[in-house]
């Protein structure tokens, strides 16, 4: 997709942890998950977060984890376009309330990255039945909304950073229906 907008697509780095990893964000526990650091290029994957999908998400199958893959590749094709940076830069110059929302944007746009990676492998024949019902109970079970709910019983959406379950699911779906770079624009979206 890159390629036929006449950029350039430089893959990100991966690295496999468990416990703890340091990297050009800082230290990081597993209890963080993976996550995307864009001071490296780099993706960190902590290898027991496949479990805790599985047990404790009750999110289990390959494409459920692949999906979390995708949303942190999302990340780092934010941070290739230049939208991580946009959002990044607000930290400190508006409401934390502010800033969650902008980051909830971010987020939600990795969510429809990955949509459009399913989209793509599943063009090429990767995908198996279930695969996508797959993707979708992770990103039900890993919303702001449910885990406040799961975690202390009510949920406070001013704090949410990632999105609710729904509009993360509805997120991947959109990129998966439409395949292309465009159509994720959450930053100018009416509907979240």
């Not at 009750?58 to 999302?74: I, L, Q, S, T, W």
């Not at 890993?142 to 885990?147: A, E, P, Q, R, V």
Request: charged share 15%; proline share 3%; hydrophobic share 40%.
């Amino acid at each position: 997709l890159f390629a036929e907008q006449g950029m350039v697509y430089k893959n990100p780095t991966l690295v496999l942890f468990t416990n703890s990893v340091s990297s050009a964000c800082g230290n990081a526990t597993a209890a963080i998950g993976p996550f995307y650091c864009p001071g490296d290029y780099t993706l960190y994957i902590d290898l027991s977060f496949y479990k805790e999908l599985k047990n404790q998400f009750n999110a289990p199958g390959d494409f459920a984890m692949a999906y979390v893959v995708a949303h942190e590749v999302g990340h780092h094709v934010q941070t290739l376009l230049g939208n991580s940076q946009q959002v990044h830069a607000l930290n400190g110059k508006v409401s934390q309330a502010e800033y969650n929302a902008a980051i909830v944007k971010l987020e939600l746009q990795a969510d429809y990255l990955a949509g459009v990676w399913a989209k793509h492998i599943q063009n090429k024949g990767y995908l198996e039945k279930g695969d996508f019902e797959e993707a979708l109970t992770a990103a039900n079970a890993i919303g702001d909304d449910t885990l406040q709910m799961e975690g202390q019983g009510y949920v406070v959406p001013e704090s949410f950073t990632h999105g609710t379950s729904e509009q993360r699911m509805r997120w991947f779906t959109k990129g998966f229906e439409q395949g292309t770079l465009e159509g994720g624009d959450t930053f100018n979206a009416t509907n979240l």
